[in-house]
């Protein structure tokens, strides 16, 4: 029997300091969160999600958090270059911590030097909604989507690392947008021909 092909897609979590970066990681990935973590084993840099089933194809998802001190940059300039998608995190009850993101994003694009900025995958998470049940929430839904819609659409999930609410559709879109990215790079999609060049009689010269 032969195997699926594998892909192997790498992702770096943005935000700021506490928004739950690393929570959220070690909940998708170990189905673990906080106290319950034992932090001998936590890891400091990336994490690895295996066999997510995509089409007819298995992915490994390769989660990397730029935080080891939490200094946007910390993993360096080159290691941005081979970053497939980048996961953007905000808290939905800190305000700063939303209007940091347009920074974070361009100053990711600087870095990353993708082929096509406007299509690079990017994905947005609104965290902690479990707090308060939303009562202390201060970026309302809407906002966030008006935000995602003006960075050109970037898919925007409402999560819980603490409740590990989303986080599987969350990381597996951004999973699906990474791989078919990557087949336009590596496979090329065929470019439009130039009218000048088509030939609209049918005739074989
Ligand atoms: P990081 O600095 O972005 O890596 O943030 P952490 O993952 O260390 O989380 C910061 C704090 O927020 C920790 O005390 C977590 O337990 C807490 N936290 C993370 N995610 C959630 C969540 O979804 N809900 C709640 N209530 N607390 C969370
Ligand atoms: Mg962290």
Redesign the pocket.
């Known amino acids: 029997m032969s195997m699926p092909p594998r892909t192997v897609l790498k992702a770096i979590v943005l935000?700021?300091?506490?928004?739950?970066?690393?929570?959220?990681m070690?909940?998708y990935v170990h189905k673990n969160?906080?106290?319950q973590y034992n932090a001998t084993v936590r890891p400091d840099h990336w994490v690895t999600k295996e066999d997510l089933q995509i089409d007819d194809r298995l992915v490994t998802l390769q989660i990397w958090?730029d935080?080891g001190n939490?200094r946007f940059q910390s993993l360096g300039d080159a290691f941005y270059r081979f970053a497939d998608c980048c996961v953007l995190?905000y808290?939905v009850n800190v305000m700063c911590s939303f209007d940091t993101l347009d920074n974070l994003h361009e100053e990711f694009l600087k870095l990353a030097i993708p082929q096509d900025p406007d299509k690079f995958p990017f994905i947005l998470l609104g965290?902690?909604?479990?707090?308060d049940g939303g009562n202390c929430r201060v970026v309302s839904e809407k906002k966030a989507k008006e935000w995602c819609a003006a960075k050109g659409n970037i898919p925007y999930f409402e999560?819980?690392?603490?409740?590990d609410?989303n986080l599987d559709a969350a990381f597996l879109s951004i999973a699906r947008a990474a791989m078919t990215n990557q087949d336009e790079i590596y496979l090329g999609v065929p470019e439009a021909v130039p009218e000048t060049d088509q030939r609209g009689d049918g005739c074989v010269s």
């Open positions: 935000g700021d300091t506490g928004v739950s970066k690393t929570s959220l070690n909940q969160f906080g106290e958090d935080a939490d995190v808290d965290n902690k909604i479990d707090i999560t819980s690392a603490k409740e609410h």
